[in-house]
């Protein structure tokens, strides 16, 4: 049996109905082979490339390559054809052996040209191959999704997020790196930070400004960030001052907090996926469960102050929410539902998410300090918590199609 000739055929034209089908349609006619099939459509503008193996006895795979001309020009399309060496199993490319795939993402308003040249450079330094590009965003270019196969092992990929860090670094890019498998796309729990992340405001903040001690409060938070306390012992410090706050002002507070844009449409997304939702702060229950109720989590924790005669008495109930207990909670919440921590999201926006987000498959710093964003996964530093799909592959298109048929979204 002879061996079949290859052609690689590349047809190039606005988008209409019908391309695909007619192209195939025309090598099944001939009775060739369909090796191989891409397309990509940008801005209306189309570009099919099939590889079609064709009977060597025919010059140059006639009269199957003449007739997909004869098409084309017909719908008013381009078509190249060039023919592939017969004695190659498969197309020239780059050698992939012993190379892992990961998902590059890059977020941020700023995302151009030269954004793209950055990401496209620091990748080519590392030898990575470029596989994919697809955009995730809708309209504008906000978001796009490189897949890339880089040799090495797991050690490269923090070396890729730092490379593409620093060359980003002055853009306003944000840019993530994740293994590309079946489990980035099978993420079924998250968990949030509440204050500055899940909500707009530091709600013990509010609640120092209700009391008139909102600067000593401030001078302890201070104290903390510098290191000369840790995070329980600062809470406690700083609860003490709200001594004698009516219990009121808090749940007025909690009524009205303000969440940050993109909340309500990242937790509808999640819910109708499937996943579980928590959130996770060191900062109080009478707000967290607020949140649990109005968003529909599955989970609240936070610290409880203490309440007597309608008035705060300056202590908290029970065991305090720590950086490392909000750690254990991620765990315990993931056995608790039966899900693998690589299949877990943790989001923050301060030192004290660190240990959280370093347990989860994927730990995301939002609109965070520099130390933060350099220890996590990934980093959303503008925009709304809603960015965060795209992390997860998500096209803006479809989020919006779901959101769309989601009654009360």
């Not at 203490?306 to 705060?312: R, T």
């Not at 929410?321 to 039966?338: F, M, N, Q, S, Y």
């Not at 130390?371 to 096209?395: E, H, N, Q």
């Given at each position: ?51 079609i193996g064709v009977s060597p006895e025919t010059a140059v795979g006639e ?152 600067d000593r409060v401030a001078d302890i938070t201070r ?187």
């Amino acid at each position: 049996m002879l061996e079949l000739q290859k052609v690689l055929v590349t047809v190039i034209g606005p988008d209409t109905p019908g391309i695909t089908a007619a192209m195939s349609g025309v090598v099944a006619k001939n009775h060739g082979r369909l090796l191989d099939i891409e397309q990509v459509v940008v801005q209306g503008q189309l570009t099919l490339c099939m590889l079609i193996g064709v009977s060597p006895e025919t010059a140059v795979g006639e009269p199957v390559i003449k007739d997909l001309l004869f098409r084309a020009k017909s719908m008013g399309l381009d078509l190249q054809f060039k023919i592939i060496d017969s004695g190659a199993d498969t197309l020239p490319q780059h050698s992939t052996e012993g190379h892992l795939r990961y998902a590059v993402t890059a977020i941020g308003d700023s995302l151009d040209a030269e954004g793209v040249h950055i990401l496209t450079r620091e990748l080519a330094a590392l030898d990575a191959n470029i596989e994919s590009i697809r955009k995730l965003s809708g309209s504008r270019l906000i978001s796009l999704e490189i897949i890339v196969s880089l040799p090495g092992g797991e050690c490269r990929a923090a070396e890729l997020r730092r490379a593409l860090m620093h060359g980003l670094e002055h853009s306003n890019i944000d840019v993530g790196v994740q293994r590309e498998r079946l489990t980035r796309r099978a993420k079924r729990l998250i968990v949030m930070d509440m204050d500055s992340t899940l909500i707009q405001i530091e709600v013990i903040d509010e609640l120092a400004r209700m009391h008139g001690v909102v600067d000593r409060v401030a001078d302890i938070t201070r104290r903390a960030m510098a290191g000369e306390l840790d995070f329980a012992a600062s809470l406690t410090e700083r609860v003490g001052l709200l001594k004698g706050l009516p219990y009121a002002k808090a749940l007025e507070l909690a009524r009205a907090l303000p969440l940050t844009q993109g909340a309500p449409e990242l937790l509808t997304v999640l819910r109708r996926l499937g996943y579980k939702t928590a959130v996770i702060s060191g900062g109080f229950t009478f707000a967290a469960n607020v949140l649990k109720r109005d968003l529909q989590l599955d989970y609240a924790f936070a610290n409880e102050l203490e309440v007597v005669d309608g008035v705060l008495t300056g202590r908290v109930v029970g065991a305090i929410v720590t950086p490392e207990r909000k750690a254990e909670l991620l765990r315990e919440i993931a056995e608790r539902e039966g899900i693998a921590l690589d299949q877990t999201i943790a989001m923050g926006d301060g030192a004290n998410d660190l240990a959280m987000l370093t347990a989860a498959g994927l730990g995301i710093a939002f609109h965070a300090k520099p130390k933060l964003k350099a220890a996590a996964d990934t980093a959303v530093s503008a925009g709304g918590l809603d960015r965060m799909l795209y992390l997860l592959g998500l096209p803006w298109r479809d989020v919006e199609e779901l959101l769309a048929d989601t009654p009360g979204a």
